[in-house]
């Protein structure tokens, strides 16, 4: 059996804030340990359940987060920066089920961190349904006809999920109190959770079906300000919808409109306010 499993980093346990998961802050390499050490509870316990081709994806920032010195030996690693197909890369329709883990809430909702991408997103639409980094994952891999079996985060990732996924196995690690603080279990009392879960979420494959993608999406991208939509709009194909910040692409399939989010955030970035 084939697992795939992306790990973001803010809803990693304990971490309540961007000094743990900006990798110039002085946090962060602690926070390294911690993500490296959870991504660790989820393989040995998928492994100790029969699955013996795991795959993890550094999902975080610049996607080299997990030390693979500490990882586990039976896993493989997808790590580094430049990647077709970001959070999801090396997903096909091979897996028979994924996992995300780490994953925090979407962009202005109440949750530890929550954002989609980056911060200059306020929404990402797939035709008018609104969806988070969580959602656009989950669509790539329905895509390949994979289901989402585990989503391990903040509560409200996790309530996220439930609403998005129906019969999803879900595992919050630490509760929200506001966007920078949590309540959080310990390491221990997280990695316990985590690998009753996991077994429950891979006995309970069956019953979990792949989030279907719209055929020919229509991706709309709300940005906080006018500027971030004139970079985003530079991408050929794209067109600001009047009176808005929302730039919008037609796409003849999901993964397209992955890539085409993808290229129009970095775009995004270049926005300056002098």
Avoid: C
């Avoid at 962009?107 to 035709?127: D, E």
């Avoid at 999920?161 to 221990?188: C, D, F, N, Q």
């Avoid at 919008?248 to 995004?268: C, D, G, S």
């Amino acid at each position: 059996m084939k697992l795939y499993i992306s790990v973001d980093m803010e809803g990693i346990t304990g971490l309540p804030d961007h000094t743990y998961v900006d990798f110039r802050k002085h946090n962060y390499e602690r926070a390294r340990k911690i993500m490296t050490d959870e991504t660790n509870v989820v393989i040995d316990a998928a492994w100790k359940s029969g699955w013996k081709d795991i795959l993890v994806n550094d999902s975080h920032s610049k996607m080299n987060n997990i030390l693979i010195d500490h990882l586990h030996p039976e896993a493989k690693l997808i790590t580094g920066e430049v990647k077709p197909l970001s959070m999801m890369q090396g997903l096909d329709n091979t897996y028979d089920g994924a996992m995300f883990v780490g994953y925090h809430a979407r962009a202005g909702q109440f949750g530890v961190m929550s954002h989609a991408m980056i911060h200059a997103v306020r929404n990402f639409y797939i035709n008018d349904h609104v969806i988070g980094e969580m959602g656009f994952n989950a669509y790539v891999a329905g895509y390949y006809g994979v289901p989402i079996l585990l989503v391990a985060g903040d509560d409200q990732a996790t309530k996220e999920a439930k609403e998005l996924i129906p019969g999803v196995t879900v595992a919050a690690v630490k509760e929200t109190i506001s966007r920078s603080s949590v309540k959080s279990l310990t390491p221990k009392k997280a990695g316990e959770l985590l690998t009753e879960k996991v077994k429950i979420a891979l006995e309970n494959r069956n019953h979990v079906k792949p989030l279907t993608p719209p055929e020919n999406p229509m991706l709309r991208i709300e940005f906080n300000n006018f500027g971030q939509a004139e970079w985003a709009n530079l991408m050929p194909g794209t067109e600001i919808e009047p009176g808005t910040t929302i730039v919008r692409f037609q796409a003849k399939n999901i993964l397209e409109a992955y890539q085409a989010m993808l290229v129009m955030t970095e775009l995004a970035m270049n926005t300056t306010f002098s």
